[in-house]
């Protein structure tokens, strides 16, 4: 549970005092909306992921580096083509890829072509900029 919030709605719903069966739905809906939530940028465990991939989806991730087949496919959701241009490694860790992108991957940064073509702009101008002005923040991060 993120707060003191989710806590006190979990519990008034384990506990049955909601009578009002839309009241409850509403509850858990709102539940399930806060656990989809984004994770806060920057907080990316990249040893979840096989570790000759860490180095170019970090710079992705951090610089807007571009991204090799395999990787764009992942991001892209490109299914077909992340079967077609895994390796060894990455094929039996197709349901790890999706895990750690819900988990730890900025919602900006991947789903499809344009979010990636957003996301590499996005932080290669961001990049320049704190290059430029060291200690500056751009919005939307």
Not at 99 to 114: A, I, M, N, T
Not at 117 to 133: D, I, L, M, S
């Amino acid at each position: 549970m993120e707060n003191t919030e989710d806590a006190e709605i979990l519990k008034t719903i384990l506990e049955g005092k909601e009578k009002d069966i839309q009241t409850l739905l509403q509850k858990i809906e709102e539940l399930e909306r806060r656990e989809k939530k984004p994770k806060e940028f920057g907080h990316v465990d990249y040893s979840q992921i096989p570790e000759h991939m860490r180095e170019g989806l970090e710079g992705y991730i951090e610089y807007g580096w571009e991204l090799g087949g395999f990787l764009y496919s992942v991001l892209t959701n490109d299914l077909l083509r992340t079967v077609k241009t895994a390796d060894i490694h990455n094929r039996f860790k197709l349901l790890q890829w999706v895990d750690f992108c819900l988990e730890f991957l900025p919602g900006k940064s991947w789903g499809s072509p344009e979010a990636v073509a957003y996301w590499t702009k996005f932080r290669e101008e961001h990049h320049q900029q704190t290059f430029a002005n060291p200690g500056t923040k751009k919005e939307g991060e």
